[in-house]
């Protein structure tokens, strides 16, 4: 009778562990997922590397009896090695992984107390000192991992760590009392853990449900970490909209600022426009104003004769002509959003500009080299294109005039390209700087003191209104040459 109870005991305990052991198992597997799903901070590999171990063991003290009693010795070396396992884990947690020599050793250790274990489970009557080998080394180990996680805790403070800080002195206080229980009682020595006295093994027990609660906290702490970092980014994306929102709001604002700023170059350039007119008018109404004089002089003193009257009267219609084709071209620079486009000849624009400029060009000496081809329609706001191309002609002058050159001089080219038209401008002045060119279009890019950097940006603008572009080159021989290209109204 008191046989088949301790038989029922031995078989009782093995199935025990090979429950714990399909346990830790499962636990193993629970950590699969944390491994395979992407994450800024993956878990360390010690924790299913030391809860492995510790299945192998469980598993290996479960089959011992019935497969072969080897396992034993695997069994004892593997729960060594899952304790090293979790301290590898915990130094790491600190910052202060094993270097290749300490972690040589380290796992030495389980090698070395296996050597030694293996002949004292075939010797006979030797429980007490496999127990003491055994659960002593463990028991530094844990005193180990205890250290490790103080410190991590005094760091760190999180709850979790707390508990398994926890759970693992209790790991120790039931270790400690059932190793005091085997070696300090009288019970034989010629038996097996399986059958070892009933405290002694409810306090094994107790280990095994507190290591594998263990391992169950460790997964919790790295799922509280992942969702705390979780939390994290999405309180940061929150941050991001917000900061999204506000750079949105930001660049409306520069919408509405540009807007203004293009209405007051509107206005600026307008002015600019009207100004060398009215300086043009100047010239053709100082004329008539002469011949007016000179036909008032001629009629008070009656002395006119018919040929002289018609020779005053043709030249006063000249520069009344003139007069009103330069007036022509002072019109509406933008009507806000409609290009109002029609057909124009890009000859007659560059001819109107360059009317414009004349006086200019003549006062600071610039020649003017023009070779506009003929028939060259383009489908635009006359006026608008004329903009740019007096911007083009007024940049070249002032480079012109700022620069040290004698001869100065200004290339006006134009020709069909395919189904587009090119008009390029260039000058033979000092051209512009390469680290600047890249910036050239940008609005309020100005290298002179009194420029707005406008002018090219305008210029951009217009042009991209009429599916066209603009980019800069250097001339050859130097000097600056922009090139505008618009499509063509219609091709052959
Ligand atoms: P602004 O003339 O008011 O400075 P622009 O947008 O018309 O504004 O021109 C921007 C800058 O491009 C000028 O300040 C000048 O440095 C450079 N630039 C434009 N055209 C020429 C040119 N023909 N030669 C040299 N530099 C030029």
């Known amino acids: 009778m008191i046989f088949s109870i301790i038989k029922f ?4 305990n093995q199935i025990f562990f090979v429950v714990f052991g399909v346990i830790t198992l499962a636990i193993v597997l629970s950590t699969i997922p944390q491994f395979q799903s992407p994450r800024v901070d993956w878990p360390s590999i010690y924790w299913p590397l030391s809860t492995s171990f510790y299945a192998i063991s469980a598993l290996s003290f479960g089959l011992a009896l019935w497969v072969n009693k080897f396992l034993l010795t695997i069994a004892n070396t593997s729960l060594l090695m899952s304790s090293i396992a979790l ?20 796992w030495l250790l389980p090698l070395g107390i296996a050597i030694l ?12 000192q496999r127990v003491a080998l055994i659960t002593l080394t463990l028991e530094v180990l844990i005193v180990w991992q205890l250290l490790e996680l103080i410190k991590f805790y005094k760091k760190e403070g999180s709850r979790i760590v707390g508990w398994l800080t926890l759970i693992t002195l209790l790991t120790l206080i039931g270790n400690v009392f059932r190793t005091y229980q085997i070696l300090t009682g009288d019970g034989p020595t010629n038996i097996f853990l399986y059958t070892e006295e009933p405290f002694a093994l409810a306090l094994r027990w107790l280990t095994y449900a507190t290591n594998i609660i263990a391992f169950v906290a460790l997964g919790v702490f790295y799922l509280q970490k992942q969702i705390s970092k979780e939390n994290k980014i999405i309180n940061d994306l929150s941050i991001f909209k917000n ?3 506000k750079i949105t709001e930001l660049l409306k604002e520069k919408e509405r600022l540009i807007y203004g700023l293009m209405k007051a170059n509107k206005t600026a350039a307008t002015g ?6 009215a300086h043009e008018l100047n010239q053709p109404l100082g004329a008539s104003n002469l011949n007016i004089q000179f036909l008032k002089m001629k009629l008070e003193k009656g002395v006119i004769n018919p040929e ?6 043709d030249s006063l219609e000249e520069d009344n002509k003139r007069a009103a084709t330069i007036v022509k071209s002072l019109r509406s620079i933008f009507t806000d959003g409609q290009t109002n486009a029609q057909e124009a000849q890009l000859g007659d624009l560059v ?11 003549k006062s600071k000496n610039i020649q003017i080299q023009l070779s506009v081809d003929d028939d060259l329609p383009i489908k635009v706001n006359s006026a608008e294109i004329e903009q740019v191309i007096l911007n083009l002609l007024n940049n ?11 001869q100065r001089r200004i290339a006006i080219e134009a020709m069909k390209v395919g189904n587009s038209v090119h008009l390029s401008v260039s000058d033979n002045g000092t051209g512009v700087p390469e680290d600047f060119q890249s910036r050239l279009f940008e609005l309020l890019n100005s290298t002179k003191q009194t420029g707005m950097g406008l002018g090219l940006w305008l210029c951009k603008h217009i042009v991209t209104r009429y599916s066209g572009s603009i980019h800069y080159e250097d001339a050859i021989g130097g000097g600056a040459r922009f090139i505008v290209e618009l499509p063509l109204a219609k091709w052959p």
Request: hydrophobic share 45%.
């Open 351 to 361: 001819a109107k500009v360059l009317d414009i400029v004349k006086p200019e060009l």
């Open 396 to 406: 070249a002058i002032q480079a012109l005039a700022n620069s040290g050159t004698l």
């Open 243 to 245: 900061e999204n929102q």
């Open 117 to 128: 274990y293996e002949p004292l489970r075939t010797a006979p009557d030797t429980f007490h």
């Open 87 to 106: 301290i590898c884990l915990y130094r790491s947690w600190n910052g202060k992984p094993f270097n290749k020599i300490e972690t040589l050793l380290i």
């Open 308 to 313: 002289l009257g018609k020779e005053i009267l």
């Open 9 to 12: 005991m031995e078989v009782a």
């Open 272 to 277: 600019a426009l009207s100004a060398s007119i």
